[in-house]
């Protein structure tokens, strides 16, 4: 084989003297590391130089002549001899900057449609919706017919109604189409579809590599797309009906829009010394274990290509206002444990800026105060936490797995709440727009221009909670190859007192006094809650983890009310002494029509559903079919009386890129409706039986959605 020819000597002509100056260095720092502190250096303190170690012998400079061979001299006892010259301290570890700025949040726009989500109940009644009636009995199911084809009122509702202006069936017989006909064709107008987007940004301020601040913005928050055009409120006098609108415009909140364009979440500072002590305080996120009771939103990550898409999915997201200490121990990474204990603020009750509005706060003309404060200390609901945890991170649990050895995480957390007087149920009035409060209760802060008046309105409506509430949480993890197997439950124990209010209340009475003080003219008594809940996990991966195959189960109890609260935020009916329905976080979504839209969540709902997806191009698509199941423990507590909600398949095709963070996918789901959704008999606020179109017997949902995102 052919060499390269050897090096001239002109090219290695200089390293000899590229040696000796390392050498100089190499002998002139080991020079001042063994020369007596009482000698002078001479030249011969540079001793050791040069190959020959010529330049002076060792000792005090002098010419003597060569030491014998011998053992080595001991080292010098005084260690100041061994220190530099001139020492330069390290910089604390603690101080030093990796990255000042980091980025991170989505992008994401969403399409859905949605089909006959009433059931086919024909419930239109839009004046009933959000509506407490006198005993809390008849809360109408949220979804309705399109206005399109409802019927419209002829001098206000009940006194009668007629054929809409836009009405398909009279249109389509108009134009010679038999009536089975055209009522088959405008039964299918009974959808809605819409798209939205969000554009979330969650930046962190890196201080030092030990003390960082995060938050959490949403710009364009879920904003229906068109939903603010210029010609909505007349700004464009070019555009007097939405034909001719020319531009969108900015969300304001309580003008065109529920909110604003850009709205903060989150903000909290990170502080974590190098022995363990870990501080967070300001409003961060809050979750714990799979997300069944506390969930922050973020999606929950299982270790699937296609978690990008269900982490960008939602629509909820729990935060809290919490001063946080944590304190890590173990060997090394892979085994430490966090202990944790919070001071949380779960509420404050109203500060001075909600009940006494524009004149009193800083720089106000009426009464000038310094900072804003809550209004009463009692009425505080306080919240403690204390855990413990054994969680990997994603990387260091790849790492592991990579072993082929089980991976097992797991942990415990009890949160405690405790309530000392409250305002009575049923009047959350509080807010600073005296013409916007009629709508929900009675009026609070809005009595007059005088704090007095106000302050003695909140004053009125006091009463004793006297709530101590305790929520125990465990949750534990497999990770074995491309097995995972996870299980969290959680129960909610306490009691509390309440008063609700009589629906006596009549928001056209506008901002009479009077109703403050008689609202609370009702039951007194000791509630006691007993909820239990859990969720069951299972996947497995065959093919090289590419086929897999899983288990999703859950189980939220339910109480005997026999009167069903269609996706209501109220866990019990109010009048019950004990309080069993155990209702799962709304951001731990299973389906997508069931507990997603129908119910709200999983409550009074036990659920099975097997699931399988297959991975191909590279792991870059995936496809998913769900078949779901459920049923109500306790079947007293739906419309029928009966036991049995449905069952739903959901099918879903995913694009997901292992180069770039980006995604797409289409959804497809069918809820068939069973016994607990029939209506066979119903009767009106009035007392009288009300008529239902298909006897009652409910209709399959259905719902096509899509989702495009980049994630960074």
Known sequence: MPTSPPPRPHRLFWLIPAFGLVNLFAGSSTAHAQAPMGGGMGMGGMGGM?????????????QGEKKKEGPAEAAPKDKKALQPIEPVPAQPRGLRQLQLFELHGYMRMRADYFHRLDLGSGKSNQSTIGTNYADNSQ?????????????????????????????????????????SKASRRCGRRNGFASANMRFRIEPTLHVTDTVKVHAQLDALDNLVLGSTPDSLLADNPNAPIDLFTRTQLPPSDMRNSGRDSIVVKRAYGHIRFGWGLDIKFGRMPHHWGMGIVANDG??????????????????????VDSLR??????????????????????????????????????????????????????DNVYQWRLSILRRDDPAMLQ????????????????????????????????GVDPH???????????????????????????????????????????????????????????????????????????????DVYTIKDTDMGRRWLTQFGYALEFKYGLFKDKFHLGLDHGFASGDNDPRFRYNTPWNSNLDDRTWSKFRFNPAYFSDLLLFRELLGTASNAAYFKPWLAFYFFDNNFSGRLDIEYAVAPQRTNTWGNKANYGLEIDAAFRYHDRQEPIFFQIQYGVMFPFGAFNRGVEYSPDGTVAGLPNNGDPKAAQTVQAQLGIRF
């Open 50 to 62: 040069g190959p020959m170690g010529g330049g002076g012998m060792p000792g005090q400079g002098g």
């Open 399 to 430: 790492r592991k797995l990579s072993l082929g050895r089980p991976v097992i995480n797991y942990g415990a957390i009890v949160w405690a709440r405790y309530q000392a007087i409250d305002r009575v149920t049923g009047t959350p009035g509080i």
């Open 325 to 378: 200490l944590g304190f890590d121990f173990g060997k090394d990474r892979r085994s430490t444990h966090t202990l944790e204990f919070s001071w949380d603020w779960a509420a404050s009750g109203p500060t001075t800026a909600q009940i006494f509005g524009p004149w009193y706060g800083p720089y106000q003309q009426d009464y000038t105060t310094g900072q804003t404060f809550s209004v009463e200390k009692f």
């Open 436 to 514: 916007l409060n009629n709508e929900y209760g009675a009026d609070i802060g809005s009595s007059g221009n005088q704090y007095y008046d106000q302050l003695q309105d909140y004053a009125n409506i006091l009463i004793r909670r006297r709530a101590l509430v305790f929520t125990p949480d465990v949750w534990f993890r497999v990770n074995w190859k491309t097995l995972r197997v996870e299980l969290e439950g959680a129960a909610v124990l306490g009691r509390f007192q309440e008063i609700n209010d009589s629906g006596a209340f009549d928001a056209s009475q506008g901002n009479d006094r009077d």
């Open 298 to 319: 973020n999606g929950y990550y299982r270790g699937e290509a296609a978690d990008i898409v269900r982490m960008l999915d939602m629509d909820y997201g729990d935060s």
């Open 139 to 179: 809360l109408e199911n949220p979804y309705f017919v399109p206005p399109s084809v409802a019927a419209e009122t002829v001098g206000g509702f009940g006194e009668g109604s007629s054929a809409s202006d836009v009405n398909c069936v009279g249109t389509l017989t108009g134009l010679g189409i038999n009536a």
